[in-house]
């Protein structure tokens, strides 16, 4: 365009020699326009070819930052899938372990219950226990009572029989080293009296020296209305054989103790109903018959003194 401009202004410079100056003029003035407008257009191309570079150069900012987005979405996209596969697996899985999961809890909510009603069955044991225990406790309580009443009781007994003992100990002491022995065994007293001391071979008649000894024990026991008496006669192993009116060592140790018994009862102090005669013959001896010393021994009268039980056999009734 720009060369037909130019060649267009040459042919009419050309003519304007052989025009008038009317023309020339006028030529002139459309040049000066055409310049003007030339101008005009060359700048307004250098604008344009500015623009134009500008264009392209953010088509290819536009260009670059479309690829880079649309790396970025492919990106995203596969990310996006297996962010979806993953999804859908943890989908099903969930789906699987809340059906799993519904029956794990149904079998938990039943296994609960039987554990529940097991526990409320343990808990009624347990507090039936715990009652039988309760009244286990009292009952050794009140046993342990009973039992510190009894040992007290018993205590009792003995002291009161240690005085007993020493007692007829100081009563008849003017008859030591005669045959005579007293000791406390297993709660009772026994007093032992040889038949030296109390009567003849063969009698069941008391000398003046026993029925002494007899008297003076029977005021001791006068003292001590709780005591049972139990008198046993006692003989060695050699045969009666004097006829008359003893027919064994039984009878003769029987109406030997009788004989105590009518002495003891004649003190007033004695309740007779705290007396026992019983006869043992030859069949309780205390040594060897094989010898004098021995047979002597044997040849006896125990007097054996109880303490009367009436107590403790109404706590052990209450028990």
Request: charged share 25%.
């Amino acid at each position: 365009m720009i060369k037909k401009l130019l060649i267009f202004t040459l042919v009419i410079f050309t003519f304007t020699s052989c025009v008038s100056s009317k023309l020339h003029k006028e030529l002139e003035g459309k040049y000066t326009t055409l310049k003007n407008d030339y101008d005009d257009l060359n700048a307004n191309s250098d604008g344009v070819l500015n623009d134009k570079n500008n264009l392209e150069n953010q088509l290819d900012e536009l260009q670059s930052a479309y690829d880079a987005t649309v790396l970025e979405r492919d990106q995203l996209q596969q990310e996006t899938t297996v962010l979806q596969k993953k999804y859908d697996t943890l989908n099903d899985s969930y789906t699987a372990l809340e059906q799993n999961s519904s029956k794990a809890i149904a079998d938990n909510v039943q296994k609960n219950r039987e554990l529940l009603a097991q526990l409320e069955a343990k808990e009624q044991a347990l507090a039936a226990e715990n009652n039988r225990l309760l009244k286990l406790e009292a009952d050794m309580q009140e046993r342990s009572q009973h039992i510190a009443e009894l040992e007290g009781l018993i205590a009792s007994k003995d002291q009161a029989m240690r005085d007993l003992k020493n007692a007829i100990s100081s009563a008849l002491t003017a008859f030591e080293g005669k045959g005579l022995t007293i000791e406390q065994r297993n709660g009772k007293v026994y007093v032992s009296m040889e038949n030296k001391l109390l009567f003849k071979s063969g009698s069941w008649a008391i000398g003046s020296e026993g029925r002494t000894a007899i008297e003076q024990l029977g005021a001791v026991l006068g003292d001590n209305p709780d005591i049972a008496v139990l008198i046993e006669g006692h003989t060695d192993n050699d045969p009666f054989s004097s006829g008359g009116q003893i027919a064994n060592n039984w009878d003769l140790s029987t109406k030997r103790a009788t004989a105590i018994v009518q002495i003891l009862s004649e003190n007033s102090a004695i309740n007779p109903e705290s007396l026992t005669a019983a006869g043992r013959g030859e069949f309780a001896p205390i040594a060897s018959n094989e010898t004098t010393t021995g047979k002597a021994k044997n040849r006896r009268i125990e007097v054996v003194l109880t303490p009367k039980l009436d107590e403790i056999s109404k706590l052990l009734n209450n028990d």
